[in-house]
């Protein structure tokens, strides 16, 4: 199993950032190095939170930590979600060269946690760091619609047109979800260099939150073992299961669905 560095919001209730991603991929048996850039009560969308975010001196300093300790050096993978300030960003973006340098087989995975529904949701500063120093370290992303179409300026509202936008980004890896595929339903795509392989499923009025969050560790925890074709229908299996497990609920019920999973094997 593979140990890999996390680096996203943390919150004590309701899984979202980490709080998903992460077991998804201990569920796995993989070791995670979770960073958190803020760390919250709970996600706003229950109300507002309490907590605080982590100060750039700090998470650099955290880092650093980790790399003197040898940790980040014995890393098979990184992921990175939510970041709240710019400077958290370049920082993580630092320790990420660095540790591609020293081992040119790290698996980076950023899910660009900008927006959803037409807007950003974090400051511009924020995204734009995102893209210019995250972006082009990864060898796999995971944008939902609105973050591939700001991401690479162009529309993604079919199958097709989500494919050709991902095509548009420096990353030789997409995994883009919630593409238009026809009325009432959505599609999730993994595209890699030469291929294009899909999810579609019913379109639902709500879904918890914290869901993309979920499956992009759910992904990350699949591709370490599978190449895309594969973990792409491994991922939205479990993924599918949670959401109906949270049927009703704003809080994603990923428990009993990973306790399942982690016997799970393709």
């Known amino acids: 199993m593979a140990r890999i560095l996390a680096v996203s919001s943390q919150v004590a209730y309701g899984p979202v950032g980490n709080s998903a991603a992460v077991p998804a991929l201990q569920a796995r048996g993989h070791e995670v190095l979770a960073v958190p850039t803020v760390t919250l009560s709970n996600h706003p969308g229950h109300g507002a939170p309490a907590?605080?975010?982590?100060?750039?001196?700090?998470?650099?300093?955290?880092?650093?930590r980790l790399e003197t300790l040898g940790v980040l050096g014995r890393c098979s993978a990184?992921?990175?979600?939510?970041?709240?300030?710019?400077?958290?960003v370049e920082i993580t973006a630092r320790t990420i060269r660095?540790?591609?340098a020293a081992n040119s087989g790290l698996y980076v995975l950023v899910d660009p946690v900008i927006g959803d529904g037409d807007r950003l949701y974090v400051p511009q500063a924020v995204a734009e760091a995102i893209r210019d120093h995250l972006?082009?370290?990864?060898?796999?992303?995971?944008?939902n619609r609105f973050e591939l179409e700001w991401l690479s300026g162009l529309r993604a509202g079919?199958?097709?047109?989500?494919?050709?936008?991902a095509r548009r980004l420096p990353v030789p890896e997409v995994l883009a979800t919630s593409i238009p595929a026809g009325e009432?339903?959505?599609?999730?795509l993994a595209i890699a260099a030469d291929t294009?392989?899909?999810?579609?499923t019913p379109l639902r009025p709500t879904v918890p939150h914290g869901t993309g969050d979920f499956l992009a560790g759910l992904y990350l925890a699949e591709r370490l073992a599978h190449p895309p074709a594969e973990a792409l229908p491994a991922t939205m299996l479990i993924l599918r299961d949670a959401?109906?497990?949270?049927?009703?609920?704003?809080?994603?019920?990923?428990?009993?669905t990973l306790h399942s999973w982690g016997n799970f094997r393709l």
Not at 78 to 88: D, H, I, L, N
Not at 135 to 143: E, F, I, M, R, S
Not at 243 to 256: F, H, K, Q, R, Y
Request: aromatic content about 4%; hydrophobic content about 45%; charged content about 15%.
């Open 51 to 64: 907590g605080f975010r982590t100060e750039p001196s700090d998470l650099a300093a955290i880092l650093r």
């Open 158 to 165: 079919t199958i097709e047109a989500g494919v050709a936008a």
């Open 98 to 100: 660095s540790m591609k």
């Open 196 to 200: 294009v392989s899909s999810s579609v």
């Open 135 to 143: 972006v082009p370290l990864a060898d796999c992303l995971t944008p």
């Open 184 to 188: 009432g339903k959505l599609a999730t």
């Open 78 to 88: 990184v992921m990175t979600g939510y970041f709240a300030t710019p400077e958290q």
């Open 243 to 256: 959401i109906e497990a949270s049927a009703g609920s704003t809080v994603l019920d990923i428990a009993g």
